[in-house]
């Protein structure tokens, strides 16, 4: 894995403006950098990413068939009472899955160090699947890439094909996301994109503009009925709304499905190393309550949390991370070394949720900035990759995108 400084297009601008990639400059800073790409070999992505990202997402689906039996879980999860059963049944029923992006922490040479999955409203996806994808082949045809040079990106195709699989051809789907924000809808359109390739119909309406029938089905800006609804807006707030009382009787399949509510909480890495303590790609995790319990000695946390907790202490007093279950961007993250904050975020939101603990893997470091590899996963497929870089510990919502090729 290198960090390799490169020319830049010479109208990329112009391009990204034809395509409405309007987000490629947000506040004033660059989002899409392309003054420099991460150049990987193929064995690391197949052997380091690939192969990990793969048996996580099967780990991943294990936790969810444990949780969902698991009162306790839920409520750690924080899952509206009301709604845990609406939760549940999506998972019993086989609701099925579209896509999500595990982040890694990795540096080209030890395994990669799953810090969260973002399993239900994930981003950066048009940046990830097309325009990066277009920056590879101008970049080659201009001889700035080396001959025979690949990405590992196969994710627009991937979801034509997700898509087809799960719907009958003709079927008509419904797409909505909060109004006003282009990377929001960048999100969505290239969903809708590869639903359209799929031989389907694609709708989209502003999340505000959706209704209720008076039979309880949701309906759009033009008064038709929603079967299928592929909302770019989190399970956590969607169960806290009033409309969430009438999801379960709308007879609207969701997508992402509702049980990718136990999946984009931050408490599923604590329930991941309950489950399969000392996994390599996994960090030591807990919830912050059993943390306490356990170093007060209380005998409010389960004797084999305890056990694991002792086992893990070590890496956890060299360093930590604070995340609230329930928080997006990087906001209110904390990380602790030897017992000093040495970063923290200056996004408060989320702060009033329970946090769980997580021992610290420092990103690597190229030229000042510190990246995250993002690993999409369409249906149980490992796709292809985004990497978000920023010069602080903490990756939030306008770290830099960069692209990314594979050495020949």
């Not at 994930?122 to 700035?144: C, I, K, R």
């Not at 609804?229 to 956590?236: A, H, V």
């Not at 007060?296 to 890496?315: H, I, L, M, N, Y």
């Not at 408060?348 to 329970?354: F, G, K, L, Q």
Request: proline share 5%.
């Amino acid at each position: 894995m290198q960090k390799i400084d490169l020319a830049e297009r010479p109208d990329w601008r112009n391009h990204a403006k034809e395509v409405g990639f309007t987000f490629a400059d947000m506040h004033g800073e660059p989002y899409w950098d392309e003054t420099s790409a991460y150049a990987f070999s193929l064995e690391q992505i197949e052997t380091d990413l690939e192969d990990p990202a793969t048996e996580l997402h099967a780990m991943c689906r294990e936790a969810v068939d444990h949780i969902v039996d698991s009162e306790t879980l839920m409520e750690r999860l924080a899952i509206p009472e009301a709604h845990r059963d609406l939760v549940a049944d999506s998972w019993r029923r086989g609701d099925p899955e579209i896509y999500g992006r595990f982040d890694f922490a990795y540096d080209g040479k030890g395994p990669a160090k799953l810090l969260e999955y973002n399993a239900d409203t994930p981003t950066s996806l048009y940046e990830s699947a097309a325009f990066q994808w277009q920056w590879l082949e101008d970049q080659l045809a201009a001889g700035v890439l080396p001959e025979g040079a690949d990405q590992f990106n196969g994710i627009h195709e991937a979801l034509v094909a997700r898509f087809g699989a799960v719907f009958e051809a003709d079927s008509d789907l419904h797409f909505t996301a909060v109004a006003g924000n282009p990377e929001d809808y960048g999100t969505v359109e290239a969903m809708g994109w590869a639903a359209r390739e799929a031989g389907l119909g694609a709708h989209y309406c502003d999340l505000d503009k959706i209704a209720l029938s008076d039979d309880g089905q949701f309906l759009d800006d033009q008064d038709r009925r929603i079967a299928v609804l592929f909302k770019l807006y989190p399970w956590e707030d969607l169960l806290r709304d009033d409309y969430a009382s009438h999801i379960a009787g709308s007879g609207c399949l969701f997508l992402e499905p509702a049980w990718k509510a136990l999946l984009s909480n931050k408490g599923l890495l604590p329930v991941l190393w309950q489950m399969f303590e000392g996994h390599p790609n996994l960090l030591p995790a807990f919830f912050e309550q059993d943390v306490s319990d356990a170093l007060a000695g209380q005998g409010a946390v389960a004797p084999e949390v305890a056990a694991a907790f002792d086992r893990a202490k070590a890496k956890l007093t060299a360093g930590y991370v604070r995340k609230p279950i329930l928080s997006r961007e990087g906001a209110s993250v904390e990380i602790v070394q030897d017992g000093d904050t040495v970063e923290r975020s200056q996004n408060t939101d989320y702060a009033e949720h329970p946090r769980i603990v997580q021992a610290y893997a420092p990103l690597p470091q190229f030229a000042g900035f510190r990246p995250v590899v993002g690993a999409w996963v369409v249906g149980d497929a490992f796709v292809g990759i985004g990497i978000r870089e920023d010069k602080s510990r903490i990756t939030q919502d306008l770290s830099r995108f960069k692209p990314h090729y594979i050495l020949a």
